[in-house]
T-cell receptor, first 110, second 113 residues
Framework: RKEVEQDPGPFNVPEGATVAFNCTYS??????FFWYRQDCRKEPKLLMS???SGNEDGRFTAQLNRASQYISLLIRDSKLSDSATYLC???????????FGTGTRLLVSP | EPEVTQTPSHQVTQMGQEVILRCVPI?????FYWYRQILGQKVEFLVS????????KSEIFDDQFSVERPDGSNFTLKIRSTKLEDSAMYFC???????????FGPGTRLTVL
């Protein structure tokens, strides 16, 4: 069975803090990895794809460890607007569907 | 910036009734998807659609569900006889190719009474 696991949180951090989320996936035959963010009762929005070499987009850094089957997301200098649920998403080889984790809730406070 | 749109934003129906949820994918995208999210739970895949046919579907997508691309822009999800447990947020998504990023619409909240 193909699963994606995340710590549901919530992670409560002050503005300016650095916070990291991890996600593990169950099957090594995975193809593509993504982080989406979801605000309350809204659609998932693509935050970034995750590449094997790791990638950065402004304050956000994503890393992939295929050997250990985990993905991480690091947010630096947290803003109030970063408060959301962060969804770890995997697409397995041979499939088009995205498989979502339950999400990790982040609350950034002033 | 192009985006996926969905109508209606909220649909209330009686158990046993048929509903049609509508989506307009991003115009140059070729792959279309439906997902659902029951309140408090994870987003779940229902079906993918390419070249006017279903390319993949989940166990949830049983005979009660159907999808159609009735014209060049719309993509619809029909639930023939709704059940209480069909109450959820239904998201449409599209992608330019299979295996690349999927972009989601704002969702239709379906409430079955």
């Amino acid at each position: 069975r193909k699963e994606v696991e995340q710590d549901p949180g919530p992670f409560n951090v002050p503005e300016g803090a650095t916070v990291a989320f991890n996600c593990t996936y169950s099957n090594s035959a995975s193809q593509s990895f993504f982080w989406y963010r979801q605000d309350c009762r809204k659609e998932p929005k693509l935050l970034m794809s995750v590449y094997s070499s790791g990638n950065e987009d402004g304050r956000f850094t994503a890393q992939l460890n295929r050997a250990s089957q985990y993905i991480s997301l690091l947010i630096r200098d947290s803003k109030l607007s970063d408060s959301a649920t962060y969804l770890c998403v995997v697409r397995w080889t041979g499939f088009q569907k995205l498989v979502f984790g339950t999400g990790t809730r982040l609350l950034v406070s002033p | 910036e192009p985006e996926v749109t969905q109508t209606p934003s909220h649909q209330v129906t009686q158990m046993g009734q048929e509903v049609i949820l509508r989506c307009v994918p991003i115009s140059n995208h070729l792959y279309f998807y439906w997902y659902r999210q029951i309140l408090g739970q994870k987003v779940e895949f229902l079906v993918s659609f390419y070249n006017n046919e279903i390319s993949e579907k989940s166990e949830i997508f049983d005979d009660q569900f159907s999808v159609e691309r009735p014209d060049g822009s719309n993509f619809t999800l029909k639930i023939r006889s709704t059940k209480l447990e069909d109450s959820a947020m239904y998201f449409c998504a599209s992608s330019s190719h299979g295996g690349v990023e999927q972009f989601f619409g704002p969702g239709t909240r379906l409430t079955v009474l």
